[in-house]
Structure formats: structure tokens, C-alpha cells
């Protein structure tokens, strides 16, 4: 079944430190009042991104405690109540925050003051039923004899994921001036591999929301994921052939061409070539070709693996193993990997194997 793995809790993600810096101006002041609070206890704020790091602390003193500091933008912390070993997140900036609660039920903890903390529990409340949702279908979908048959469940997983996308559109066209929503989109890309929607999303945020922390680590996730996404155009490159002629793949501007990578001591990519053999004989008379880019690093392997699986359409190799420039170029990491690239150089399938390259060509050419 085409799931994917269960959805990360909120805070198994790992994000770059950027330095998040004094900044300038007025600082936040967080005072609270807390239930089961030991006088005395340590209460403190720390940076999720940098759990080491201490923004602020002071005593608690009959339950309540204040807590002062300066943060250079709105992001997330956690609140830690040393003497109950207990935390809880906080998405704030530079606001008057009041907080109030028992530290026997962290969960529910009261926060008034923060637009950005607001923001954040609007996101775990509209968004946290459908994960726990996913990943019961997820856990389904693992075990064996649940009486629900896989594509049932794969219908049903696609319906929850495709009402997250509509959410996730109302909440970033709502919040486009949040640093939440950066997060947010961080959070939700675990369930989609659209990395074109994803950069439209960023790009509709406002400029000082793009340029925060959550911000620049999104936009290197965009950067990234764009190399050979679907949707986006295909890296150029040129490449020696057999005959040591340079062959650009620009040359075969105008036609379907699949850009397939492959060695000859790759055991999955021998197996595959037969039928990548058969996918060339039946679309070759129709505008489609294939290059083939092979991680050999000698020479004579190589020849006589394309003499042996008869592969007759171009092949192009630096010889340089997984070091070959254009693997490099497409982020190549495992093979057999391919690229289908329309005759406008951009790029609208990967890793289409078995029949499933076959039946992309007949939606894109015909099959008669």
C-alpha cells in the first residue's frame, strides 16, 4: 500500500540553527500564575531549536512567577517548571503574555497575549484530528487481517490528506503576515511531495514572515526539493557518449526523453532494462526517447552491459561512480532512478518503473 510513514509529532522535527540574534526594542514579559507550582522551583524558557540555550529564568514564589526577556522575532520556545520536570510550547515574540494552569496538566495551559501563540493553537486544533486520523489509517494499513481491503484504505487516506491541503490553503491566505505559517508548512510538507505548491504557498507569505527562522529553513526545503521535481524544469547538462561525443540533453529539446540512470553492476537496474527495452520499441515512433546516464567508473563493464540488455538509444557516462557530475546535478542517491522530461524541458515524471512507465507514455502519447 502507497502510504506514507505515520506523520512526526510535532516536535520530532530537527531544524538548522540560524541565530536568531539580541535584536532591538521592547522584550516579552511572561507572568504567571500555576497550580502545584513548588516555591522556590526554577522556571525557565529555552529555545526549541536550541534546547541548551536559556532565554530567561527566575523563582516561583506562591504559584506565580515572571519571566523577562528580548526575542528577535516570533518563534517557538518551551516553558520548563524544573521542580515538576514538565514543559510546554510556546509560539511567542516580544509580547505581554499571561499564563495560567495547573502544572499537573501541562496540556492545558492557558495563554493570553501572543497573536503568534494564538495562531499556533488554532493550527493544533484544526490540524491535529486529521493526524491522529492519518496515522490510524496508517497503523490499519501496517497490520495484517483488519478486514479493510488496502485500496480501500488508500482511498480513505487520500480523502483526509486532500482536506488538510483545503485547510492548509485557508490558513496561510488568513495568516499570511504570521511566523506561524512557515512552520506550519514545514510541518504539513510530510504529506506531500509537491514542491511547486508548496514554493506558491511560501511565495504568498508576507516578505518579513519569508526571512524569519522558519522562513529561510523553508525556502532551502523549496530550493532542495525543486531538483528534479515534478513541475519544474530539467537541469541541463552535457555528457560524453561511447563514441566520446558531448551529448546535452537541450539536444533532444522538442521530444518526451527519459533521462535514466543506471550501471551496469547495479543488479535492480538489469532487471528493470528489459523493460525499459520494451518501453523504447513501443513509444520510439512517437516523439519519445531515452539517455542514459550510467555511475559506471570503467569503461569496459559498461559497453558490454549495453551490448548484453540491448540498449540501442544514447548512453553518456564521466565514469566517475556516484561522483558522476550529472547524478550529482539531479541529487541522485540509489538507482535505478529516471526523469521524464516533455519536449519543454520540464520535467513531469520519476521513477516510473514496470508498468508504470508504460502507462504514463500512453496517457501522455496514446497507446494505438
Known amino acids: 500500500m502507497a502510504l506514507r510513514t505515520a506523520f512526526l509529532p510535532l516536535f520530532a522535527l530537527s531544524f538548522p540553527l540560524f541565530g536568531l540574534g539580541q535584536g532591538t526594542g521592547e522584550g516579552f514579559v511572561i507572568s504567571g500564575h500555576m497550580a502545584g507550582l513548588t516555591d522556590h522551583s526554577k522556571v525557565f524558557l529555552t529555545d526549541v531549536n536550541n534546547p541548551s540555550d536559556t532565554l530567561a529564568q527566575t523563582r516561583a514564589a506562591g504559584g506565580e512567577f515572571v519571566l523577562k526577556g528580548h526575542l528577535s522575532e516570533p518563534n517557538m520556545y518551551e516553558l520548563n517548571f524544573n521542580s515538576a520536570q514538565k514543559k510546554a510550547p510556546l509560539f511567542i515574540g516580544n ?102 505548491r508548496l514554493e506558491k504557498r511560501f511565495a504568498s507569505l508576507s516578505p518579513e514572515v519569508q526571512h524569519g527562522f522558519y522562513g529561510k529553513y523553508l525556502q532551502n526545503q523549496i530550493t532542495e526539493g525543486k531538483i528534479g521535481a515534478i513541475g519544474t524544469d530539467a537541469i541541463e547538462f552535457t555528457q ?33 532494462n528489459p523493460n525499459v527495452v520494451s518501453t523504447f ?76 512507465l508504460q502507462n504514463k507514455l500512453c496517457e501522455l502519447l496514446g497507446c494505438n
Open 95 to 196: 509580547d505581554k503574555i499571561q499564563v495560567s494552569g495547573s502544572v499537573a496538566d501541562i496540556k492545558s495551559l492557558a495563554v493570553k497575549g501572543s497573536p503568534s501563540n494564538d495562531d499556533f493553537v488554532e493550527f493544533q486544533r484544526v490540524f491535529n484530528p486529521y493526524f491522529a486520523h492519518l496515522n490510524t489509517l496508517l497503523k490499519m494499513a501496517n497490520s495484517a487481517g483488519n478486514g479493510v481491503r488496502a485500496d480501500s484504505l488508500e482511498r480513505m487516506y487520500k480523502l483526509v490528506v486532500d482536506t488538510v491541503q483545503m485547510n492548509l490553503d485557508r490558513f496561510i491566505a488568513d495568516k499570511k503576515a504570521s511566523y506561524v505559517s512557515p512552520f506550519v508548512l514545514i510541518v504539513l510538507s510530510q504529506l506531500s511531495d509537491d514542491v511547486v
Open 240 to 272: 560524453t557518449d561511447t563514441a566520446g561525443n558531448a551529448v546535452a540533453l537541450s539536444s533532444f529539446k522538442g521530444k518526451y526523453v527519459l533521462v535514466d540512470f543506471w550501471a551496469s553492476w547495479c543488479g535492480p537496474c538489469r532487471m528493470e
Open 281 to 356: 520499441s513501443k513509444f520510439r515512433n512517437k516523439n519519445f526517447t531515452i539517455l542514459g546516464v550510467s555511475l559506471d567508473r570503467t569503461r569496459d563493464p559498461w559497453i558490454k552491459a549495453i551490448k548484453d540488455d540491448g540498449l540501442t538509444w544514447t548512453q553518456v557516462s564521466d565514469l566517475k561512480f556516484w561522483d558522476n557530475d550529472v547524478a550529482v546535478k539531479y541529487h541522485v542517491r540509489s538507482i535505478p532512478t529516471n526523469f521524464l522530461i516533455d519536449p519543454n524541458g520540464k520535467i513531469v515524471g520519476r521513477n516510473l518503473r514496470g508498468a508504470e
